[in-house]
């Protein structure tokens, strides 16, 4: 069975599964089928078990013998009959059920865990509940000296794009430095971001702001040329310390977790849906990236909570899961949770792609000379920017000089598009100061990647065949490991050779070298 599954972020909700299909070697997959059908997973356990379920005690992560026993019956009686579950779930609608996550609460405190925070009274989602978002004036930006001294570019039209608005923190300091000839265009997709935009442009005629994804750049600015661009991923301070937006995992809130709340799924209901491999490639690839079997685990914690309590409510509450499978330890010192609930921001608002989009789209309408300066914060993130600057990178001319058309192309994909263009990067990635990291902590892990326009200039073209898939490239080469008491033949060994020749040749090396061993003596 394939552990990781690439999900899919737009998928609708599941309609109910064909009855005749069963997996009663499962149970896994007879829950999730049989929870989607009644609608409802305590009408399932209720109904399944027998029982009306007002008292019915449903066991936890770590659970005791007792409880794995009353899980066991619940299960088992799923299994035996999924079709009769169906029909009286169907039939009948239990109304009176007790919360069942104000039992998750009181049990994960009587672990001896950190307990959960409580619940504050979340702000309502009218415009009048909510506070008035404003103009960010206080809050410095991370890196933001760095950031203005490498976007000034060449003469007019002097077109400036921020990428991510936010609260206006960068946009207010290009301003500062822009002429009175010149435009700041800004993108963001926060409606609260948007309403502290509009306001900005009746005070600035030079600002304009958007509110579209920054992906969007090359079909918002056609026809444009920039004299400089700048982005900084993730997400605004304010963001995070606004409760009712959900993405703090120390503050409770709805798990929301999208940039744009009227567009797109929130995380509470993609994760109904979603199956333990997608939501373990969610996490392997975004956020525990270094540890493919915990994103596993968590997947199964997480999903395996949702079907025995119902839909997550709040942040808290699935925090508090993550946080039990990870028996509340994180080797980067960090709250164990924080990862897991960047990968599902990250994968619920397309930010990987939408970067991707950015980058290709604003390389294009750049003046040549003209910046594009990049702040990450994650690996994934810098990742991205690295693979961009690869694709669009000129040969050095030390490699030029000896190497054929044909492999500097390899090299250096931009050489195969006359009509592209490249790039360069101008200094080594900025990083904060000790003094920026002591004043602003979510500074700590940024970095600043500085990228300029530069002029296509493609060497004498030879004959070219068609490109292999980057993977070909590499060799994976012969390990010299012998057995003990033997001594490894290097003249058998290839200079290139495939690793599933590599057991073979190495049999045949010791059976020389046992030889040789056996004739010397």
């Not at 958007?210 to 920039?226: C, N, S, W, Y």
């Not at 744009?260 to 509470?268: E, I, L, M, R, W």
């Not at 990987?352 to 003046?367: D, K, N, T, V």
Request: one cysteine or more.
């Amino acid at each position: 069975m394939q552990s990781f599954y690439k999900p899919c972020c737009s998928k609708a909700k599941q309609s109910e599964p064909d009855q005749q299909e069963t997996h009663t070697d499962n149970y896994g997959h007879v829950i999730a089928h049989s929870y989607h059908a009644c609608n409802s997973r305590e009408d399932l356990l209720q109904h399944a078990s027998g029982s009306s379920g007002a008292n019915k005690k449903i066991p936890l992560l770590h659970e005791t013998e007792a409880d794995a026993g009353a899980g066991s019956a619940i299960i088992d009686a799923i299994a035996r009959d999924p079709h009769q579950a169906y029909a009286q779930c169907d039939s009948t609608r239990v109304t009176d059920v007790q919360d069942a996550w104000s039992e998750f609460r009181t049990r994960a405190e009587q672990r001896g865990g950190v307990p959960l925070a409580p619940p504050v009274v979340l702000k309502a989602k009218s415009a009048a509940g909510q506070p008035k978002p404003q103009l960010c004036t206080g809050h410095v930006p991370v890196l933001l000296r760095e950031t203005l001294d490498a976007l000034p570019g060449p003469g007019p039209p002097r077109i400036y794009v921020d990428g991510t608005f936010g609260r206006g923190g960068h946009s207010t300091q290009i301003l500062k430095r822009l002429p009175p000839g010149g435009r700041l265009v800004a993108f963001d997709v926060d409606p609260s971001a948007i309403a502290v935009g509009k306001e900005l442009e009746k005070t600035d005629s030079r600002f304009q702001i958007v509110h579209r994804p920054f992906g969007d750049i090359a079909d918002v600015l056609k026809g444009e040329k920039l004299a400089g661009v700048m982005i900084d991923i993730g997400f605004s301070s304010p963001q995070v310390d606004e409760q009712h937006r959900g993405f703090s995992v120390v503050e409770d809130g709805p798990l929301d977790l999208r940039m744009n709340p009227d567009a797109g799924q929130p995380c509470s209901e993609w994760l109904r849906t979603a199956t333990a491999e997608e939501v373990a490639w969610v996490i392997r690839e975004w956020g525990e990236d270094d540890d493919p079997i915990m994103a596993l685990r968590i997947a199964e914690g997480v999903l395996d909570t949702q079907r025995r309590y119902g839909t997550y409510k709040s942040t808290l509450q699935i925090a508090e899961v993550i946080r039990q499978v990870k028996l509340g330890q994180d080797d980067r010192g960090q709250h164990p949770a924080k990862l897991p609930f960047q990968a599902f921001r990250v994968f619920l608002n397309h930010e990987m792609e939408q970067l991707s989009a950015f980058l290709e789209g604003s390389g294009p309408i750049l003046q040549i000379g003209a910046r594009m300066v990049v702040i990450t914060f994650k690996r994934p993130e810098a990742g991205v920017v690295k693979r961009f600057l690869r694709e669009h990178e000129l040969p050095i001319p030390t490699l030029e000089r000896v190497l054929k058309f044909q492999r500097l192309a390899e090299l250096y994909p931009v050489l195969n598009n006359s009509d592209g263009f490249a790039m360069r990067q101008t200094c080594p990635t900025l990083v904060p100061t000790a003094a920026e990291v002591e004043r602003n902590r979510r500074s700590r892990s940024a970095m600043v990647h500085v990228l300029e326009r530069v002029k296509l200039i493609c060497p004498e073209r030879g004959e070219v065949s068609a490109s292999l898939p980057l993977e070909n490239y590499f060799c994976r080469p012969m390990s010299l490991w012998s057995p003990p008491g033997t001594a490894p033949s290097l003249a058998l060994l290839p200079p290139r050779t495939s690793g599933s020749l590599a057991p073979a040749l190495l049999s045949q090396c010791w059976f020389v070298a046992g030889q040789q061993a056996d004739d010397n003596s």
